[in-house]
């Protein structure tokens, strides 16, 4: 079977976060061959999911998650993707899904000089998942909570972040030095 550039690429993104969104494939596609595609569209990203589907037994969509097994998706993981979509601008390298608390995911992004970005769960920020997380590397943490709230009290070292959902979508982040109002 002959596939497109673009349907290699959301195969190598399924096998590298298991699962996504449908909007989140388009725009890291979009992204991607923007400049080799100037007017690409979600039509056309949506075609080639359902050829896809079509075509490869094991991939599927069910309620706009794409996948390559039958998965139970993680709303906090797919907010970690959005996160890694906003701060990348659609052009993240180096994604991976990490299966080790607290961490959720890792990328690797930067305009002039590349960084490692990891986004964790802020509720599973245990003694022993801190330490899998700082263990000298020099990368900037992302925190998600569930509850998508300022905890009280919290202070974070330097490179650390804390993660908010906007009403309207966007997110806030909030660092060592910001107030938590």
């Known amino acids: 079977m002959?596939?497109?550039?673009?349907?290699?690429?959301?195969l190598d993104l399924l096998h590298q976060l298991h699962y996504a969104r449908t909007d989140q494939l388009h725009t890291l596609v979009q992204?991607?061959?923007?400049?080799?595609?100037?007017?690409?569209?979600?039509?056309?990203?949506?075609?080639?999911?359902?050829?896809l589907r079509g075509c490869i037994p094991y991939f599927r969509i069910q309620n706009d998650i794409a996948s390559l097994s039958p998965v139970e998706p993680d709303?906090?993981?797919?907010?970690?993707?959005?996160?890694?979509?906003?701060?990348?601008?659609?052009?993240?390298?180096g994604v991976a899904r990490s299966t080790r608390a607290p961490r959720m995911l890792s990328f690797v992004w930067g305009r002039e000089h590349l960084h490692r970005f990891t986004v964790a769960r802020l509720e599973e920020a245990t003694p022993a998942g801190?330490?899998?997380?700082?263990?000298?590397?020099?990368?900037?943490?992302?925190?998600?909570?569930?509850?998508?709230?300022?905890?009280?009290?919290?202070?974070?070292?330097?490179?650390?972040f804390l993660v908010i959902r906007q009403p309207d979508g966007t997110h806030r982040f909030y660092g060592p030095s910001t107030e938590h109002t």
Not at 2 to 10: H, K, N
Not at 75 to 93: F, K, N, W
Not at 134 to 154: A, F, M, Y
């Open 31 to 51: 992204e991607r061959y923007r400049a080799a595609l100037p007017g690409y569209t979600r039509a056309r990203t949506d075609a080639m999911l359902r050829q």
């Open 130 to 160: 801190l330490a899998l997380v700082n263990q000298g590397q020099l990368e900037r943490i992302l925190w998600l909570t569930p509850s998508n709230t300022v905890p009280d009290g919290l202070s974070l070292p330097l490179n650390q």
């Open 2 to 10: 002959f596939l497109s550039l673009q349907q290699r690429y959301i």
């Open 75 to 93: 709303s906090l993981y797919l907010e970690a993707i959005d996160v890694m979509l906003t701060l990348s601008e659609g052009r993240p390298q």
